[in-house]
């Protein structure tokens, strides 16, 4: 944001997120907006991406675009090509961009990985999950530990940078399980890191089987434990624990690499509070200060794109009070906070009016440190964190 005549104007997006909704088969914990198995689908969707796309009227450059999913290496490499020609035309990319592409590791063969490097994809987001064959199978994953590994390779090969997703407290896993998982993740030496605790979502299978007594829930305080053990382990390990969830390799100054660290520079967009574009069934995008969601259903969104219809399924816009909290929030989830005097060149707001009473409570409680200057979650506000959110919002 910048000042205009006193006013917090709202900078043009500088990203653009593609929602690919394909997989193999859905994972019992997955929530995500994907349809299993229908490559029927797959031509439609490329048609309504481009008249959803074409609705922009003018190209909009950006600095980093992500290709998510569903499994966006589901597609044949003459369909990534076809989707990415759609892409760049109306999100052409800046000089020193990143663009990411998440992938199954079960996916990533020699042509996949020249695919990808050929387009100019700078980095793999791989779902690996765990590196315990076992646990893979509970996760329903349709890859081994053998396929991250030689994902892995092959992404470096083609030099893309590797960033490595983990899941911990699976039913009836132990804090050395998940120890191992860790320990194996870094002898690949991954760009970056994401940790995440098993959800059990309403409406996936993993919610009916807890429901049913089949998977038990990892208790409370081990899972405490597993999370403490990432945060312990990866900044052994010279990672940088810069987000709630999310480690990034510290990097040496010469490696023509950019940024020292290996961020995600995409995600960071979402977690400083800035817009991006965003196109694809379930897909939301931030723009001059408008929050649109598309429609979920995979078929629904291409139905109404090829007959000419909105995609959009929820539109919501937010005051300026409405951000700045939502601003508040998205960089609480940094590790470094935000600063009163920055928050306020940023939205146009004070801080201390809109949270005092929050604020101080969880100073108090000790999961909020404030210098002054800069707020930030302490190291026990991170294993609470989701539940300071809606007092802030």
Not at 130 to 157: G, I, M, Q, T, Y
């Amino acid at each position: 944001m910048s000042k205009l005549n006193g006013m917090t104007a709202i900078m043009p997006p500088r990203a653009a997120y593609i929602h690919v909704p394909f997989c193999r088969h859905r994972c019992g914990y997955c929530n995500f907006t994907l349809v299993a198995g229908r490559r029927d689908l797959v031509g439609n969707y490329l048609r309504a991406i481009e008249l959803e796309l074409s609705q922009l009227a003018t190209p909009r450059e950006v600095d980093t675009l992500y290709f998510g999913g569903g499994t966006p290496t589901y597609l044949a490499p003459i369909q990534l090509r076809a989707l990415t020609a759609v892409v760049l035309r109306w999100h052409p990319l800046a000089d020193g961009y990143e663009w990411t592409v998440e992938a199954n590791p079960a996916d990533v063969d020699d042509a996949m990985a020249e695919t990808l490097a050929a387009l100019g994809v700078t980095r793999l987001s791989l779902g690996g999950q765990s590196f315990r064959d076992a646990k893979l199978r509970l996760l329903e994953r349709d890859h081994r530990a053998a396929d991250v590994e030689r994902a892995v390779a092959l992404a470096r090969r083609a030099g893309m940078a590797v960033a490595l997703d983990l899941i911990f407290a699976t039913p009836d896993e132990s804090l050395d399980e998940w120890a191992a998982d860790l320990e194996a993740a870094l002898v690949l030496e991954p760009d970056h890191v994401s940790a995440y605790g098993l959800t059990f979502e309403r409406g996936t299978a993993y919610w009916g089987r807890r429901l049913r007594g089949e998977l038990v829930e990892v208790d409370e305080s081990l899972q405490r434990d597993m999370y403490a053990l990432a945060i312990d382990q990866l900044t052994a390990a010279r990672f940088e624990h810069y987000e709630v969830s999310n480690f990034a390799r510290r990097r040496s100054a010469d490696d023509g690499r950019g940024d020292a660290y290996g961020r995600s520079r995409h995600n960071q967009t979402y977690w400083s509070g800035d817009g991006y574009f965003a196109a694809g069934p379930g897909a939301a995008r931030y723009v001059d200060g408008v929050r649109e969601t598309n429609h979920r259903s995979t078929t629904t969104y291409i139905k109404r794109v090829l007959a000419g219809q909105s995609p959009v399924a929820e539109r919501e816009q937010l005051n300026a009070e409405a951000r700045a909290r939502e601003f508040l929030v998205f960089r609480l989830r940094r590790i470094e906070g935000v600063a009163r005097r920055e928050f306020t060149e940023r939205t146009g707001q004070e801080l201390d009016p809109l949270i005092a009473a929050p604020l101080a409570k969880f100073v108090g409680l000790g999961i909020l440190a404030d210098d002054g200057d800069r707020i930030q979650l302490t190291r026990e506000g991170l294993f609470v964190s989701d539940a300071l959110w809606p007092e802030m919002l």
